[in-house]
C-alpha cells in the first residue's frame, strides 16, 4: 500500500459516514456552552473517542479530552489534531442559549466535528497500522475571551492562573507529549475561498478598569458626588483619541466594553467597570499600545477626581504556522476542495498562537459558512464543506505526516526553531499581568504637598 492509497481509503472511510459526522457538529451547534464549560461538548468528544476503542482523558484544564493513537510501526514524534470545544456569547443570535447567551458563531462546532471526523475515518480503516508515531486527538477549551469577570474570579480562586484554554494546557503539562500540532478554523468570509492559509495572527493583552467615584443623589446633591461612569467615559474617549498614534505595521485594534455603568438612576454611579483587549502582530507593539491605554484609562479617574484599578491579564501570542505544514495542505486542500487560497496578517487572535510559540502549528481555515464570525447572522450553510471536508484534510494531513516511520513529522519538528519553552512560556506570561491603582485624589494631594499653589 502506497500513501495516497491509504488517504484515498479514509476519505472513502469518512464519506461513507458523512451523516455521522455531520450529525455530530449539529448536535454540539445546538447545545453551545461558554469557556471552561463545555461539559456536554466533553462529553460527546469522550464518547465519541471511546468508541473507537481509544482511552481519553478528560477534565484538562477543566473540560479538555484528549486521546492518543499510536501507529503500530514504531516512534516518531506525537502530532496533535486539535478542536476547539467552546461558543461565545452573541446578542440576538437566534440559536443563543437562552440562559448563557452562548451560540456557536464562530464555527467550532465544526472544528470538533472535523477532528472527530478524522479519528473516526483513520480508525475505520485501520490506518494507524501503517503509521509511526503517535496522533493526539485533542479537544481543548476557552479559545474565544471574553467572560471576563467570571474567568478572573476563577483566577482569584485558585482554579485557573491563564484566560484561554491552550494557555492553560500549556501550564498544566498537558502540550508537553506533542511535538507538532494543528487544526482547521471555520471561515465564513468569501475572499478566503473553500480553504486558506494565513501569514499570521495577532497577539493580545486582556484589561479590566474599575473606576470608583463617590456615590449621590443624582438630582438633589450631585456636586456631592464623584461620577465613576463619566470617568469611565473620557477614558474611552481618550482611548479613541490614541488610535491614530498606533502604527499601522504593529495591527493594533483596542476595543473596549462597558460592564457596568452604575446602579440606578437617581444615583451619581460610584463604580463603573470597562473590560478590553489590546491587540497587535508583536510583543513589542501590544506593550506599546497597553501602556498608552492605561495612561488613557487614568486620564478619566484625574479628569472626574476618581480611582481607577487597571489589571492586565496576560492573553495570546501572535501566531505563526509552519511552512513546512502549510505545503501539505495546500496539496490535499487542493486535492479536496479545488483550491488554498494564501491570506495575509490576520488582526484576531487565536491561543493557538501560543502553541506555535513553543511547537511548529499550523492553522488553515476552511469554508462552508456564512455571515459574519462572531455576529447574530452567522450560519454553517455547507455542511459538507464545512464539517466533512475538514475531517479529510486532517485526516491526510496526519498520513502525510506519520507515514514512512514519520519522516515528514520528523522533518518539521527537526527544522522548527520554537521560541519558547514551557518554562519561558509561563515566565513571559506571568509578566504581563499587572495591578495598578491611581487615585486623582492622591495625586493632586501629593502635587499640593509638593510646594504648588496653583
Known amino acids: 500500500m502506497t500513501r495516497d492509497d491509504l488517504k484515498r481509503q479514509v476519505w ?20 453551545p456552552e461558554l469557556g471552561f464549560k463545555e461539559a456536554k461538548t466533553a462529553a460527546l468528544v469522550e ?32 502530532f496533535a489534531v486539535i478542536g476547539e470545544l467552546d461558543a461565545l456569547g452573541v446578542a440576538g443570535h437566534p440559536e443563543a ?3 448563557t447567551g452562548a451560540a456557536h458563531a464562530c464555527g467550532h462546532n465544526a472544528q470538533i466535528a472535523g477532528m472527530l471526523g478524522a479519528a473516526i475515518g483513520l480508525s475505520a480503516v485501520k490506518a494507524f497500522q501503517h503509521l509511526s508515531g503517535r496522533v493526539v486527538f485533542f479537544a481543548v477549551p476557552a479559545e474565544e475571551g471574553g467572560d471576563l469577570e467570571w ?4 483566577v482569584r480562586a485558585g482554579t485557573l492562573e491563564l484566560l484561554g484554554g491552550k494557555c492553560e494546557l500549556i501550564r498544566l503539562g498537558h502540550f508537553d507529549d506533542v511535538d507538532l500540532a494543528m487544526m482547521i478554523h471555520t471561515t465564513p468570509r468569501a475572499e478566503d475561498g473553500k480553504a486558506c492559509l494565513p501569514a ?37 474617549m481618550a482611548i479613541n483619541a490614541l488610535r491614530e498614534t498606533f502604527r499601522d505595521d504593529d495591527a493594533i485594534r483596542v476595543h473596549p466594553i462597558l460592564t457596568h455603568g452604575g446602579s440606578q438612576v437617581n444615583v451619581i454611579p460610584g463604580e463603573a467597570r470597562i473590560e478590553s483587549y489590546v ?80 511547537m511548529p502549528v499550523l492553522h488553515p481555515y476552511m469554508g462552508g459558512a456564512s455571515g459574519t464570525g462572531h455576529a447574530a447572522d ?13 475531517a479529510k484534510a486532517l485526516a491526510a494531513m496526519v498520513v502525510d505526516l506519520m507515514w514512512d516511520d514519520a519522516g515528514v513529522a520528523r522533518e518539521v519538528v527537526a527544522k522548527a526553531k520554537p521560541r519558547l519553552t514551557r518554562e519561558s512560556y509561563l515566565e513571559f506570561q506571568r509578566s504581563v499581568k499587572r495591578h495598578e491603582v491611581y487615585d486623582a485624589q492622591l495625586t493632586v494631594m501629593d502635587g499640593q504637598g509638593m510646594g504648588g499653589k496653583d
Open 378 to 390: 452567522y450560519r454553517i450553510t455547507d455542511p459538507a464543506l464545512a464539517y466533512v471536508a475538514p
Open 97 to 99: 442559549d437562552p440562559a
Open 151 to 154: 474567568r478572573t474570579s476563577q
Open 279 to 358: 491587540r497587535g502582530k508583536t510583543i513589542e507593539g501590544i506593550r506599546d499600545a497597553s501602556a498608552k491605554v492605561d495612561r488613557a484609562l487614568k486620564a478619566g479617574a484625574l479628569a472626574l477626581g476618581a480611582r481607577v484599578e487597571i489589571d492586565t491579564w496576560p492573553g495570546y501570542l501572535p501566531l505563526e504556522c509552519d511552512a513546512t505544514m502549510a505545503g501539505l495542505f495546500r496539496d490535499n486542500a487542493q486535492a479536496l476542495v479545488g483550491e488554498c487560497r494564501t491570506a495575509g496578517h490576520r488582526a484576531g487572535c487565536t491561543d493557538m498562537g501560543d502553541v506555535s510559540q513553543i
Open 12 to 31: 472513502s472511510a469518512i464519506d461513507q459516514r458523512a451523516e455521522t459526522v455531520i450529525g455530530l457538529g449539529e448536535r454540539i451547534r445546538k447545545t
Open 47 to 78: 464518547e465519541t473517542l471511546a468508541g473507537l476503542g481509544l482511552s481519553p482523558q478528560t477534565g484538562l484544564a477543566m473540560t479538555g479530552v484528549k486521546a492518543v493513537a499510536a501507529g503500530a510501526k514504531g516512534g516518531g514524534p506525537s
Open 200 to 236: 499570521s495572527n495577532n497577539g493580545r493583552v486582556g484589561k479590566t478598569a474599575r473606576y470608583t467615584g463617590k456615590a449621590a443623589h443624582a438630582g438633589g446633591a450631585p456636586h456631592m458626588g464623584i461620577n465613576a461612569l463619566y470617568a469611565a467615559q473620557i477614558g474611552l
